[in-house]
């Protein structure tokens, strides 16, 4: 069984930091990579940044480059997103995802994986 809980979303002003968690448990096949995703208030989810387990490679969304940090901390069975230089246009709804890798390496996330519930991050002008 699969279970992801975020925590440390916030309000904050343009140019603040905030770092989100994601609590994990389950096999490890289950979170072959992991990733943080967003949604605003009526636009489609988004991805932010995804990490492989398995060599720690990681993707960013060209938005959050040089701003955001996706890390992993296997010991803690925790997932976190180091958010610095924070925009108006970062405030969404943010979910920790994770799922087992294809045969062939790739990540199905977003279109298959385990989801949290999500934590709201808000950044005032």
């Given amino acids: 069984h699969v279970q992801l809980v975020e925590s440390g979303g916030g309000s904050v002003q343009a140019g603040g930091s905030l770092r989100l968690s994601c609590a994990y448990s389950g096999n490890t096949r289950s979170r072959g990579c992991m990733g943080w995703f967003r949604q605003a208030p009526g636009k489609e989810r988004g991805g932010v940044a995804v ?38 246009e970062d405030t969404a709804m943010y979910y920790c995802a994770a799922a087992e890798l294809y045969l062939d390496g790739r990540c199905p996330l977003p279109d298959i994986g385990y989801w949290g519930q999500g934590t709201q991050v808000t950044v005032s002008s």
């Avoid at 060209?62 to 997103?81: C, E, H, M, P, W």
């Fill in 51 to 88: 990490i492989v387990s398995g060599d720690g490679s990681t993707t960013y969304a060209d938005s959050v480059k040089g701003r955001f940090t996706i890390s992993k901390d296997n010991a803690k069975n925790t997932l976190y997103l180091q958010m610095n230089r924070l925009k108006p």
